[in-house]
């Protein structure tokens, strides 16, 4: 076995966890990323377009004596365990069409080109001998979805706890749980993020505030709801969990004239009047929210005919639970060192993530679409959309929040929507 001041092949190393005999080779290619490998699993020039290609993405076929890459033919897949996969990729020779396997799996079933002899490496290196193969095949594959977890688990490991059902979970409590942590965060006008990249974005796209009846869905504390009375609004607040509390016990201290009601978003035509509101707002909630279309069906109810629905969302693409970050070197805090990584855009299924709070929050998220689809179905026309970036001057200031980061991507989305009801979109 090499020892430790020789660098070792990544994956001989990742295959060694499976295969407890496997070879383990020096790496003597790409010895200073976090993937160093030998030569046996690097790259091999194709025939046909002469480029260099990673081994897991080209085939040899012994009867032509001919490598082909992938990206000259069109490869099919096919899936079966082996190693630590659950599918390889077939590869038809381009001079004789027959298909090859790629080379992983062509040394798994040992038929690569240097173990049947057809080519003698340049470099002295073990080679898999296939006689592994049928024990292999009996043994539990720990790695299914390999590809994501051997990322995840080279920084910070993070995995968001999917559920198939809502059974035993209910967001008014998560956030009842949450609320004593919360308030005394919001009560000041939020953390960073809001502060500086959500709410000023929200307030700019409700435009005026004076003299304009609003209502503020899932107002929380009553962050939102402070502000926009003081500009000279008539407020409305609703929310369903434990954090009104906060927000009526500071409005019976400030009396800035908001109405609070404990009330779920998803029952607000039962409480209000048919277009009897010019604005309402939404801030950090829809993401949150179960039913979100019904809720998006009765603002649009409430509101009057060109009056204006404003709300903010953690970014379905960039965000939690669709997102997730990892820092290689681990622990790194400079943030060229974080990578971050589309998960499963398309993966609805309820979330619980877990913000640092002492309760986990409940979180459904769904693709930008079917927000979209649900305001023009509902009347309600997109004017403005808004994903906040970084400024230079945010940057200077809290470089490890902005800097390459908030300067890259955005966190957040926020949609100004106005309520036409004869509006042609075709
Ligand atoms: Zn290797
Ligand atoms: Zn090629
Ligand atoms: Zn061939």
């Given at each position: 076995?090499?020892?430790?001041?020789?660098?070792?092949c990544?994956?001989?190393?990742?295959?060694?966890k499976?295969?407890?005999?496997y070879p383990?080779?020096?790496?003597?290619?790409?010895?200073?990323?976090?993937?160093?490998?030998?030569?046996l699993h690097?790259?091999?020039?194709?025939?046909?377009c002469?480029?260099?290609?990673?081994?897991?993405?080209?085939?040899?076929?012994?009867?032509?004596k001919?490598f082909t890459?992938?990206?000259?033919?069109?490869?099919?897949?096919?899936?079966?365990?082996?190693?630590?996969y659950?599918?390889?990729y077939?590869i038809?020779c381009?001079?004789?069409?027959?298909?090859?396997?790629?080379?992983?799996?062509?040394?798994?079933?040992?038929?690569?080109?240097f173990?049947?002899?057809?080519?003698?490496?340049?470099?002295?290196?073990?080679?898999?001998?296939?006689?592994?193969?049928?024990?292999?095949?009996?043994?539990?594959?720990?790695?299914?979805?390999?590809?994501?977890?051997?990322?995840?688990?080279?920084?910070?490991?993070?995995?968001?706890?999917r559920?198939?059902?809502l059974?035993?979970?209910?967001?008014k409590?998560?956030?009842?749980?949450?609320?004593?942590?919360?308030?005394?965060?919001?009560?000041?006008?939020?953390?960073?993020?809001?502060?500086?990249?959500?709410l000023?974005?929200?307030?700019?796209?409700?435009?005026?505030?004076?003299?304009?009846?609003?209502?503020?869905?899932?107002c929380?504390?009553?962050?939102?709801?402070?502000?926009?009375?003081k500009h000279?609004?008539?407020?409305?607040g609703?929310?369903?969990s434990?954090?009104?509390?906060f927000a009526?016990?500071?409005?019976?201290?400030?009396?800035?004239?908001?109405q609070?009601?404990?009330?779920?978003?998803?029952?607000?035509?039962?409480?209000?009047?048919?277009?009897?509101?010019?604005?309402?707002?939404?801030?950090?909630?829809?993401?949150?929210?179960?039913?979100?279309?019904?809720?998006?069906?009765q603002?649009?109810?409430?509101?009057?005919?060109?009056?204006?629905?404003?709300?903010?969302?953690?970014h379905?693409?960039?965000a939690?639970?669709?997102?997730?970050?990892f820092?290689?070197?681990r622990?790194?805090?400079r943030?060229?060192?974080?990578?971050?990584?589309?998960?499963?855009?398309?993966?609805e299924?309820?979330?619980?993530?877990?913000y640092?709070?002492?309760?986990?929050s409940?979180?459904f998220?769904?693709?930008?679409?079917?927000?979209?689809n649900?305001l023009?179905?509902?009347?309600?026309?997109?004017?403005?959309m808004?994903?906040?970036?970084?400024?230079e001057?945010?940057?200077?200031?809290?470089?490890?929040n902005?800097?390459?980061?908030?300067?890259?991507?955005?966190?957040?989305?926020?949609?100004?929507?106005?309520?036409?009801?004869?509006?042609k979109?075709?």
């Amino acid at each position: 076995m090499p020892s430790s001041e020789y660098t070792t092949c990544f994956y001989c190393s990742e295959y060694s966890k499976i295969a407890q005999d496997y070879p383990v080779n020096y790496a003597t290619k790409d010895e200073k990323s976090f993937t160093p490998r030998c030569f046996l699993h690097w790259e091999y020039k194709c025939s046909k377009c002469g480029k260099d290609r990673h081994f897991n993405g080209i085939s040899w076929c012994s009867t032509c004596k001919k490598f082909t890459c992938l990206f000259c033919v069109n490869e099919q897949m096919q899936k079966e365990e082996f190693l630590i996969y659950d599918y390889y990729y077939k590869i038809p020779c381009h001079e004789c069409g027959s298909f090859n396997p790629a080379l992983d799996y062509a040394e798994y079933e040992g038929t690569h080109p240097f173990q049947i002899g057809d080519i003698k490496p340049e470099e002295d290196i073990m080679i898999w001998m296939p006689t592994y193969k049928d024990q292999i095949k009996t043994q539990e594959f720990p790695h299914k979805a390999w590809g994501l977890k051997r990322i995840l688990s080279l920084g910070k490991y993070v995995e968001f706890k999917r559920l198939d059902s809502l059974e035993g979970y209910d967001p008014k409590t998560t956030w009842d749980a949450i609320a004593p942590t919360w308030a005394p965060i919001f009560s000041e006008g939020g953390d960073y993020h809001h502060k500086y990249k959500i709410l000023p974005e929200v307030y700019r796209l409700l435009d005026t505030l004076e003299d304009k009846m609003i209502l503020d869905v899932a107002c929380g504390e009553g962050n939102v709801a402070r502000h926009l009375a003081k500009h000279g609004s008539n407020v409305v607040g609703i929310d369903i969990s434990k954090l009104i509390d906060f927000a009526i016990k500071r409005e019976n201290k400030e009396n800035l004239g908001i109405q609070y009601l404990k009330l779920s978003a998803e029952n607000l035509a039962t409480k209000f009047e048919k277009a009897s509101f010019d604005k309402v707002v939404c801030n950090m909630a829809l993401m949150d929210i179960e039913k979100y279309d019904s809720v998006i069906e009765q603002i649009s109810y409430v509101l009057k005919e060109d009056g204006i629905f404003v709300f903010s969302i953690t970014h379905p693409a960039f965000a939690w639970p669709t997102c997730t970050s990892f820092r290689v070197p681990r622990g790194s805090q400079r943030n060229e060192d974080k990578l971050r990584m589309v998960l499963n855009y398309f993966d609805e299924r309820p979330t619980l993530l877990d913000y640092g709070h002492e309760t986990l929050s409940l979180q459904f998220p769904r693709p930008i679409s079917s927000y979209i689809n649900e305001l023009v179905k509902n009347n309600l026309i997109l004017q403005e959309m808004s994903e906040p970036k970084a400024s230079e001057e945010l940057v200077k200031k809290f470089p490890r929040n902005a800097y390459r980061d908030d300067d890259i991507f955005p966190d957040f989305l926020i949609i100004r929507t106005i309520k036409k009801l004869n509006y042609k979109l075709f």
